[in-house]
Structures are given as structure tokens and as C-alpha cells.
């Protein structure tokens, strides 16, 4: 059963992996050995738990104990479960609280992404996409819009960060995802293999070379495609652009030549949606 603690203390050594430790310091161990992340707000919470992801603890607004978590809770078993008033735990966080509810969650094991390619369809490949916010819009994007899974490259920023998870809205627990490889020289070359060897043709989403508009017919009807988005700013690599099967754009009025990474994503996986 859980265990319902007042907080008294902001700077009750508890409650670090909510107020003072960093993400890189949670995901590599530095918690009591965990490798964390934060979940936030209650519906959040609730799909990280269906994963499932083991709670080790939680920080909620009182109302929450009777609320919207009190089933949760119960299911969460013997943890600590710290309560305080909305100010208290905006003055904790730094910030105010989504739904004020937060939980401190066990990492899942990583997938394999050979293993998440079999009987997918659809696929959306991320080369180098840094910004958290971006990394959540599009997993919503993928949740919503018939994406099977989502691979990386290493040097994507974590899909488990707590700004992508919020983005998100817990769909990075809905849609399997996985890193291409721990090696970031393996990309383009062996993740395109990967990709190739599963059986899936690629659409690079670039400006530059032959490009064929993202509703060309040539691409309706192919069994299996993997979407390929690149970094903010400077997009695809040429070595990934010039790999792929297809050299994909978005129509767009005169003047605009491009659209921000997550935008363009939604817009690919509804046009190319299996």
C-alpha cells in the first residue's frame, strides 16, 4: 500500500528527482541506482502505467488522493506518494504543474528495432531531431495518423524527456519505438540496410534533388514505407537523401519552402498512411 507523505521540506532530499536533478542524471542511474524518468499530469501517468512502466514514487496536488490517481495509487503498491498544496509543489518543481501530478518512473527495457519492423507498415525514421517538443508532436502525430513505430538515430533527443512525454501526451507510450543504434556512424548506412532487409522502401522528406510531391501516385500502395524526417534547420543529411528510394516534398505556396520537422511529419503520415 502506498504511502501518503506531507511534504513540510522543499529541500527534503526525497523529493530530488523531481526538483534538482537533471534528466541525463535520471536516465543513467543517479537515483538510487533507477534509471528514471518523470511522468506528468494524471492521463499521462495512467499510459506510462499501462506500458507498463513501474512507478517508484509520486508528487501530486492533494485533490489527487481521492481524484483522478486514487485508483492508480492503489495499483502503484508500496511507494512513496508525496502530497502538498499547488503552490508547494510549483515552488518544488520550478514550475506549475500540468493536472498537478508528477511520478518518478522505472525506464522500460529498450526495443529492438529489427523486432519492431515486423509487420509494420508504416514507419517514421527521426535522423538527429533534438528539440523535445518537436519529438512529442510527432509521436502524437504517429499515434493518431497510423504510424506502426518510431526508430531513431542516437542522436535524437530522448523520447522519455519530460517535455516530449507532456507534448506527447503519453502517446511515446502508445507507439513502439526504438534507437536505430547506440553507434551514431551506423547511420545512414546500416539503418537504411535494416530498413531495406525488412522489406520497406524510404521516403526522404527533403527540399534538395529530384523530389516528387508527397501526393504523387507513385507512392500510394507500397506495402511497407518508412517516413524519414531530419533535423531542425538543416534537414536530412545528403547521404541519406541520396540512399533513399524516394526524395519526398510538400507542395507549398510560393515563398515558403519549408515547414517545422513535426508539422511536416503530420502532414507525410496522413498523405502516405497505409
Not at 522489406?199 to 526522404?204: K, S
Amino acid at each position: 500500500m502506498a504511502e501518503i507523505i506531507e511534504i513540510t521540506a522543499i529541500d527534503d532530499p526525497r523529493l530530488d528527482v523531481y526538483a534538482r536533478l537533471r534528466e541525463p542524471a535520471l536516465k543513467n542511474g543517479a537515483e538510487k541506482g533507477l534509471h528514471l524518468f518523470v511522468a506528468e499530469s494524471p492521463n499521462v501517468i495512467e499510459r506510462a502505467m499501462s506500458y507498463p512502466c513501474r512507478p517508484v514514487s509520486m508528487l501530486l496536488e492533494r485533490r489527487h488522493l481521492e481524484g483522478q490517481l486514487k485508483e492508480l495509487i492503489q495499483k502503484a503498491g508500496d511507494i512513496p506518494v508525496f502530497t502538498a498544496p499547488m503552490e508547494v509543489l510549483t515552488e518544488i518543481t520550478g514550475f506549475h504543474l500540468t493536472r498537478g501530478a508528477l511520478a518518478a518512473m522505472e525506464r522500460p527495457p529498450m526495443k529492438d528495432p529489427e523486432a519492431l519492423l515486423q509487420g509494420a507498415r508504416r514507419v517514421a525514421v527521426l535522423e538527429d531531431v533534438v528539440n523535445p517538443t518537436n519529438i512529442g508532436a510527432i509521436f502524437r502525430s504517429a499515434a493518431a495518423l497510423g504510424i506502426d513505430a518510431v526508430l531513431l538515430t542516437p542522436h535524437c533527443c530522448d523520447p522519455l524527456c519530460r517535455r516530449a512525454i507532456r507534448v506527447s501526451m503519453g502517446t511515446v507510450f502508445q507507439v513502439p519505438w526504438a534507437y536505430l543504434s547506440e553507434e551514431a556512424s551506423d547511420w545512414p548506412e546500416k539503418g537504411l540496410s535494416l530498413l531495406k532487409s525488412a522489406g520497406f522502401l524510404t521516403a526522404a522528406m527533403s527540399l534538395s534533388g529530384r523530389t516528387i510531391p508527397v501526393d504523387d501516385p507513385s507512392l500510394h500502395g507500397i506495402e511497407k514505407l518508412a517516413v524519414i524526417l531530419g533535423t531542425e534547420g538543416d534537414g536530412l543529411s545528403e547521404k541519406t537523401v541520396a540512399d533513399c528510394d524516394f526524395n519526398v516534398i510538400i507542395p507549398m505556396r510560393e515563398g515558403v519552402d519549408s515547414l517545422n520537422v513535426a508539422a511536416a511529419g503530420a502532414v507525410a503520415f496522413f498523405a502516405l498512411r497505409a
